[in-house]
């Protein structure tokens, strides 16, 4: 039903003209309180709608603050292994005997869990 079928919750005599921005009541022409283009059907309304707006900007300014410092966590991190791998790669590629000997090392201890695993 639209709101021109309802009538003034003020004035039950008048139909409504429209609804309340807050409370969704019928409103006359005559009990409309146009606020930013808004109609209300009291002050209190009219400020309740104002602060809401407001709570709701807030919320989404931390909202985009989080989500920003996680952006900024994750690029860290992976700036971070980067530079490990790195350094790890031309340690490795500097270094040819020690990782050869690392190498085996690793492998015989592989197998001798293995051994053990199968048993």
């Avoid at 003209?17 to 930013?36: H, Q």
């Avoid at 980067?82 to 090392?105: C, R």
């Amino acid at each position: 039903m639209a709101a021109t079928e309802k009538v003034c919750l003020n004035h039950p005599g008048r139909p409504a003209t429209t609804r309340c921005e807050t409370c969704f009541k019928p409103l006359c022409d005559e009990c409309v309180i146009e606020e930013g283009g808004k109609h209300f059907c009291s002050e209190t309304c009219a400020q309740n709608y104002v602060a809401t707006g407001e709570r709701i900007e807030e919320l989404e300014a931390s909202k985009r603050r989080i989500a920003r410092r996680k952006l900024i966590k994750r690029l860290v991190t992976l700036i971070i292994l980067i530079v490990i791998a790195a350094a790890a790669y031309f340690w490795m590629k500097s270094n040819p005997d020690k990782t050869k000997d690392m190498m085996k090392t690793l492998e015989k201890k592989t197998s001798e869990v293995k051994s053990k695993v199968s048993e």
